[in-house]
């Protein structure tokens, strides 16, 4: 059974681990770190450096230790939406319905813990099985004003943001 709890610093190594080539690295980070590969150290100075009230990394384990890790942070002055992002699963065991596990958690988490009304995330064009995960936990493509692409190895890749509200 999965279970969530907040990150610990110990935690990078297992997960910059699973990060398998430069494709993996920036579909899993965009362009918030600039180079590849990162070490433990630079995944821990990136989390020092964020603001502890609005930014909430967590990690997602069982009985086998670590299996998933994710960010919340928020991105409204109120606090009443929640982003996601760094949302990456131990890739020995992609295919089991862990990443899903893992969501549900975090969307319980951050609905009743959290109080937040919408939970936002992006997820590149060119990774289907994310998004397929995404929406199999209730995302759904959100409307914006202006579509992102990034700059990822002389090509553009367009970024799909998605969201899910409370329902009650």
Known sequence: MIQLRPYEPRDAYTIISWIGDEVAFRK????RYKTYPITA???NRQYDAADHDRFFPM?????NGIVGHLILRY???EMHTLRFGFIII????RGRGIGRQMLRLAIRYAFEEMKADKITLGVFENNPSAYRCYRSVGFRESETDKTE???VFDEEW?????ELWRTS
């Open 59 to 63: 990690t997602a384990y069982d009985e």
């Open 149 to 151: 692409y990034y700059r």
């Open 28 to 31: 899993w980070c965009a362009d």
């Open 41 to 43: 150290d630079d995944m």
């Open 75 to 77: 991105t409204d002055e």
């Open 158 to 162: 367009k970024c799909l943001e998605m």
């Open 90 to 93: 131990d890739n020995k065991r």
